[in-house]
């Protein structure tokens, strides 16, 4: 048994089952799976993914490279480091061979993300991290620490107690702090500009089954913070020789947390190998503990103190000597020795754990990601941070602790006091470093051998399978690999990365990097600072697509936008359409004599037969609308409308267009004049927000001496359009007050009036052809003024109807939709509507495109009518029309494509709208419309084809 | 033991890391995929060597190494169609021709439709590619998920999927791969491949390029082939030319290695988000571009949430699946989202940029096009519409198809 019986931050009181490749195992409270895993003698945990080699524990955090893992209990999850995962009771888990496995059902869990706000934000709740913390909370500033783990400390859990006293004094202080959050199992992933940090917070993965249905499982917290100080630690890194992959070899801090914090006992033989001080706290721990311990180190010149210590507790030390390889299958059984540098007295030892350390990298992820710049320090073997980018009025990002390379425990203290009060200062807060607890002296002073791959023929002759010095272990990547890379000609750390994929695993290279540019810059005999680092991105540890995704999914991926009259629609049978986010009534079956339900030709005949021969409504309340008031109101929808806007009366109405820059259709709706200084626009559904965004952006950047106020007023008008030779009855029906002639009130004008006491705009224009009414109430009202016209109609047999029938009756008219007639390349003219383009106006946004060689071309392409020879098919929207009907040559001259097509009772049959190449000067034309290999012959005609002279607007 | 994940080793050389001489015939500014795919056929077709790719950076750092590898050529306009399809047919051979194991994978494109309009431009666009000689064919929902499965093609989603323009022959390549596979070659025809080389200045007499100025001092040059994406601006304002160019972010995403679920690549436009799952394992998914203009290659954070709950909605087994690791390119956009290849007002200054988001695909084509345009003087027939003259003439191919949607 390797769990020690005292000892360590678990609960022993409890036990929790769980299970790993299949086989039950124990372990308890304040575990990891890798704890728990070595607790049980475990120690293969994984297999490689290229070469099928053994993989054990390597570390105890986030940087492990080795120990992964698929969750399958309570739910199934890919690839996790079995040191980043609290053992919770019924966990299943398995080894990963390389790839992770997704579940095959959908995920019940729920996510969520917050935000939050701070003076100061400290990453990382180790020695410096608490001591910035306090400082920062004793100000009085607001705070937030987050902190992956799930208690405070940092890396002094990994020691004896140290300071636990202290720690829970802190936190109790910091809870208790109205003004200071403490988010603990929250990892900060990502820096963004401006100090806006995210971060994960797993709420509730270690409660496994246990974890209640309504909690979020996960959360993002996106932290905006004034100041930023990151003590965010540093990873050991380990030195590469033969077969430094095999299960039993862990990072020497690794093996003395399993010790402290876990109370595991991972070896009962140790080797330590290790090129600097700081590994002989784990070595004399270790056999204070009970192991038997060696310790390799290829210096010769001991700290007297360390080498003291090491008599002491009864441990072996080679100094002068190095780590070459060790043998064993699924866990390192002894360990091959020889003299450093030269090679030579090679011995075999017997172990059954090999701890090793080549020095710290401060975690600089963050750092690097905030536009940090980092320096490399030769003394130390890794890249610092060349101070912090403090900042008076902008954010200050600071990096304190063994971040910034600071080695010693009292170091790290002052410094996260020292960093709290600079940062406050930029904030312009005058504060007192809080005075650190007592600690006892230092006995890592010194930088260590700084040694990346213990010595071997350095050449770049390229390797072969065999090699067995891993630098990246869970891309199964070698020393060879990397020297094959500088052999092949590469020069960057970056291709290097690419050529031997170093780096790009899950771990992202924390423990690999370094070393792979090592090996390179002793290959190529250049300066580790030249050769600078790969780019540290975000996230700094993996985070689930679920928890990025957070709530904006199924029904709420994106808003449904509904208009005030949607409920009676929905009561009423209709068939909804996404137009944008709105849902649109498509069309409202009835049932048929037989008991079904109408389809949709058979619905949009009868809605169609309705408008045209009685009268039918249509909820149209989705329109953009847009309120444009000021006194150069009229002088600004000249420069965005083609045709005049300022001319329009108080009382009248207008169609216009609007064109982008390239002279291209952009949208088109109608302009209402209020007053002398206010205007009411409508635009396309699906265009509202980017018209207004154009407005606006000619508004306060083209044009900003114009006096003209821009608000969106879509939803607060519901707009109901009464159409058909009888909506005069209704609309005099439900408006006594109302003149409805047309000599009283006439086409392309409106009207206030009051509708069942409602104060109503009523405006004569028409998307059908057909004598019309658009009836505009303040959204609250729409339903009760929609069911008082509905009502009004019944003596007339008023039918709903939907966008389908809208759109056939509009195309019948030749009326274009913008976006379905028009894609971006349609100009007015082309649309036969240069009536709309002023030729008066000095200038207006399009107009100097229109003056272009390509388009004044006279083969432009033209919208036209077809009509299928055979009235009874129905084109297909999208068909390309071609001139020959024989198509074995390609490719094939395409003349244009049908962009609408219907079927028409008003017309006896199906027709189309086309866009056409010189499609005017074709009119009377046949031509083919081509679909999905059939050929359908049609003839051209002009767009109009139904009341072209206009008849029947005025009824 | 070989497990699947396995790609196949690069070569043992790949290139010679020479000094810039002081003058060559061509010089290539951007040793990204366009740059290197410009020199190899430079040599290959037109027999000029003497020529030098100068890259700032390191070779292929660029949008080459950033972008998310999709492969098709199911544009909507003929000119497009033409060009894309040209470099699709050089995909096809490449591999061969490079004597590089690029991973080509013609495992097909799927283009979701969510709505009405979506599956009218759909429609029309796998018509026109027919009629184009473009393999493309409409397929219902049901049809998505006989070639994907794993799409959720449920009605009772925000935005259902209504069905899907599909190019079996377009796929994916392994990126750096195909970079290192043109740049190999190149380097073995004598081009000088010459990286850390920033270019500070254009020398220009009489209307006519001499010389361009470099941090790695001075090189005078016959002609000048500008391929420099998102910097294309900053290198023509050197020589007072305005491109049409806006620059802006475009990030992608990795996750770990995952055993295969995907085969095929899905790009949604309205979902807003692409996939595939790349030859070792991993989701390669990107969206749409950062909307601010910038230099940095770096983006904004809401942009991947969005993305992530756009690839939830269709995807709703990576709910688990993990981002490993985020970055960005800058993708230089013209106002008619089609590229500018062809001459410049000033002689021997020839222009390729303006690919957006698309460039990766066209490498072959327009490396061959291009190529072809510097060492004639003359656009190749299948880059003349993209001339910089369009946006005076108006002459422009508009490929952003229908952006609005209907009443």
């Known amino acids: ?955 | 033991m070989t497990g699947s994940t396995a790609v196949p080793q690069h070569p043992e050389f790949l290139w010679r890391n020479p000094e810039p001489k002081p003058s060559y015939d061509v010089v290539v500014v951007g040793g990204g995929g366009h740059g290197l795919a410009t020199a190899y056929y430079l040599a290959k077709n037109h027999g000029i060597t003497n020529v030098a790719v100068l890259e700032k950076g390191w070779l292929a750092g660029g949008n080459m190494a950033r972008n998310t590898t999709i492969i098709r050529s199911n544009y909507l306009w003929d000119e497009s169609s033409a060009i894309y399809e040209h470099s699709l047919k050089l995909w096809e051979g490449l591999e061969e021709d490079l004597g590089y194991p690029i991973l080509f994978s013609q495992r097909g494109v799927l283009n979701l439709a969510h709505s009405l309009q979506d599956v009218r431009d759909s429609v029309r666009r796998v018509n026109a590619n027919r009629l184009n000689g473009v393999d493309a064919e409409w397929v219902d929902a049901a049809g998505v998920k006989e070639i994907c499965p794993i799409v959720n093609i449920s009605p009772d989603v925000r935005y259902p999927v209504l069905g899907a323009t599909y190019q079996p022959r377009g796929g994916i390549a392994k990126h750096d791969y195909v970079a290192w596979g043109f740049a190999r070659r190149a380097d073995e025809l004598g081009i000088d491949l010459i990286q850390n080389c920033a270019v500070t200045g254009l020398d220009v007499i009489g209307g006519k390029v001499v010389g361009v100025r470099t941090t790695r001092g001075d090189i005078a040059t016959g002609k000048v082939a500008l391929a420099a994406a998102g910097h294309s601006s900053v290198l023509a304002s050197m020589v007072g030319l305005r491109l049409p160019i806006q620059s802006h972010p475009l990030q992608a995403l990795v996750s770990e290695l995952l055993e295969p679920v995907h085969p095929t690549v899905v790009m949604s436009n309205a979902v807003h988000v692409y996939v595939s799952q790349a030859h070792k394992g991993e989701l390669v998914m990107g969206a749409g571009i950062d909307s601010f203009n910038g230099y940095g290659q770096r983006g904004a954070f809401h942009i991947i949430e969005r993305q992530m709950s756009a690839a939830l909605e269709l995807f709703p087994i990576f709910a688990r699946a993990h981002l490993l690791r985020t970055w960005a390119g800058v993708v230089d956009t013209t106002p008619d989202a089609s590229p500018i290849v062809g001459l410049t007002p000033i002689e021997n200054l020839y222009l390729n940029c303006g690919w957006g988001t698309g460039g990766f695909k066209a490498t072959p084509g327009v490396g061959w096009c291009f190529a072809h345009t510097v060492a004639h003087d003359k656009p190749h027939p299948y880059n003349a519409p993209f001339a910089l003259e369009r946006f005076t003439s108006g002459a422009l191919v508009d490929e952003h198809g229908a952006a609005a949607v209907a009443h």
């Open chain 1, 1 to 955: 048994m390797t769990r020690l019986t005292t000892g360590g931050l678990i609960d022993r009181t409890t036990v929790l089952s769980f299970s790993f490749d299949g086989r039950p195992y124990a372990g308890h409270p304040g575990d990891t799976l890798a704890s728990a895993l070595l607790a049980n003698g475990v120690h293969r945990v994984a297999t490689s993914v290229n070469r099928g080699r053994p993989r054990g524990i390597m570390a105890a955090g986030v940087e492990e490279a080795s120990a992964l893992v698929q969750l399958e209990a309570p739910f199934p999850e890919p690839m996790l480091s079995a040191t980043t995962i609290e053992l919770y009771e019924g966990l299943v888990a398995r080894g990963l061979p390389g790839r992770g496995k997704l579940a095959d059902r959908p995920d019940p869990a729920r996510y969520d993300a917050i935000h939050a706000h701070c003076d100061v934000l400290v990453v990382g709740a180790g020695p410096a991290g608490l001591m910035a913390a306090l400082t920062a909370a004793r100000a009085g500033s607001r705070v937030v620490l987050v902190d992956e783990q799930p208690m405070v400390g940092g890396s002094l859990l990994g020691t004896r107690g140290e300071l636990s006293d202290w720690t829970a004094t802190v936190l109790a202080e910091l809870t208790s702090t109205p003004e200071v959050l403490v988010l603990s199992r929250t990892t900060a992933f990502g820096y963004y500009d401006d100090g806006f940090v995210l971060a994960l917070q797993k709420r509730t993965d270690h409660l496994g089954a246990a974890a209640p249905d309504n909690a979020a499982r996960q959360r993002i917290w996106r932290l905006r913070a004034k100041q930023v100080i990151l003590a965010t630690g540093a990873h050991e890194r380990p030195v590469v020789f033969a077969d430094n992959d095999r299960p039993g070899v862990m990072l020497a801090q690794a093996g003395r947390t399993y010790l402290n914090r876990y109370g595991v006992l991972a070896g009962n033989r140790i080797l330590v190998f290790t090129t600097n001080d700081s590994a002989y706290v784990a070595a004399v721990e270790l056999a204070e503990a009970g192991a038997e311990v060696t310790v390799v180190d290829p210096r010769t010149d001991l700290a007297p103190f360390w080498a003291a210590e090491c008599a002491r507790v009864g441990i072996a030390v080679r100094p002068g000597h190095m780590v070459t390889g060790t043998t064993g299958e699924e866990r390192v059984t002894g360990v091959h020795l020889a003299a450093y540098p030269s090679g030579g007295a090679s011995a075999t030892v017997h172990c059954d754990l090999l701890l090793v350390s080549g020095g710290w990298n401060p975690t600089v992820h963050l750092f690097s990601q905030a536009r940090g710049k980092l320096e490399y320090d030769a003394e130390l073997g890794a890249f610092l941070p060349v101070a912090g980018l403090p900042g008076a009025g902008v954010v200050g990002v600071r990096v304190t602790g063994a971040a910034a390379g600071t080695v010693s425990l009292a170091g790290c203290l002052a410094g996260g006091a020292a960093e709290a009060v600079a940062a406050l200062r930029d904030l312009g807060v005058a504060a007192q470093p809080v005075a650190p607890p007592p600690v006892g002296t230092d006995r890592v002073e010194r930088a260590g051998l700084v040694l990346w791959t213990v010595p071997v023929e350095i050449s770049l002759d390229g390797s072969d399978l065999s090699d067995t010095r891993f630098v990246d272990l869970q891309r199964d990547a070698t020393v060879g690999d990397v020297l094959r890379a500088a052999g092949a000609g590469l020069r960057s750390v970056e291709h290097v990365k690419r050529y031997t994929t170093i780096g790009t695993a899950h771990d992202q290279g924390k423990t690999s990097g370094l070393i792979a540019s090592g090996i390179m810059a002793d290959a190529l005999g250049v300066d580790m600072a030249a050769l600078g680092t790969t780019t540290y991105r975000p996230p700094y540890a993996s985070v689930s697509f679920a928890a990025l995704a957070g709530r904006d999914r199924g029904a709420i991926f994106d808003p449904v936008r509904v208009t005030a009259i949607h409920s009676w629609h929905i009561e009423h049978g209709a068939q909804f359409e996404d137009v944008g986010q709105w849902k649109r009534p498509l069309c409202y079956p009835r049932r048929t004599a037989f008991g079904g339900l109408e389809d949709l030709p058979a619905a949009v005949a009868r809605e169609t037969r309705a408008a045209r021969t009685g009268v039918a409504m249509l909820d149209a309340s989705t329109l953009g609308k847009i309120n444009v008031q000021g006194v150069d109101a009229g002088e600004f929808l000249d420069r965005i409308y083609t045709n005049i806007i300022s001319t329009l009366k108080p009382g009248f109405v207008r169609y216009a267009v609007m064109c982008g820059m390239d002279g291209m259709i952009l949208d088109d709706g109608t302009v209402m004049r209020v007053s002398d200084t206010e205007f009411v626009l409508t635009t396309t559904t699906g265009n509202a927000a980017k018209v207004l965004d154009w407005l606006e952006e000619f508004a306060q950047t083209e044009w900003p001496d114009l006096r003209v106020h821009l608000t969106s007023v879509t939803e607060q008008w519901a707009t109901i359009p009464v159409v058909g030779p009888l909506s005069r009855q209704v609309i005099a029906a439900v408006a006594p007050a109302l003149d409805v002639s047309n000599e009283a009130f006439g086409f392309m004008t409106w009207r206030s009036a009051e509708i069942a006491g409602i104060e109503a705009r009523i405006c004569r224009i028409s998307f059908s052809g057909e004598l019309a009414y658009e009836v505009n109430v303040p959204s609250w009202y729409g339903i009760a003024v929609w069911q008082a016209v509905f009502d009004a109609g019944q003596p007339y047999g008023i039918t709903p109807y939907g966008t389908e029938t809208m759109h056939v009756l509009r195309a019948e008219k030749g009326y274009p939709i913008i976006g379905q007639d028009t894609d971006g390349t349609v100009t007015p003219q082309d649309l036969g509507m240069s009536w709309v383009v002023s030729k008066k106006k000095l200038d207006f946004v399009g107009k100097r495109s229109f003056s272009r060689a390509e388009n004044l071309r006279p083969d432009r392409k033209h919208l036209v009518g077809l009509l299928p020879v055979d009235r009874s098919v129905l084109l297909a929207e999208g068909a390309q029309v071609i001139a020959d009907p024989d198509v074995s040559q390609l490719p094939v001259v395409m003349l244009g494509h049908v962009t609408s097509s219907y079927r028409s009772v008003a017309l006896g049959g199906t027709f189309g709208l086309a866009l056409v190449r010189s499609g005017r000067d074709r009119i009377g034309e046949r031509l083919f419309a081509w679909q999905d290999g059939e050929v359908v012959p049609v003839m051209v005609t002009g767009p109009v084809l139904y009341d072209e002279e206009g008849a029947r607007r005025d009824g």
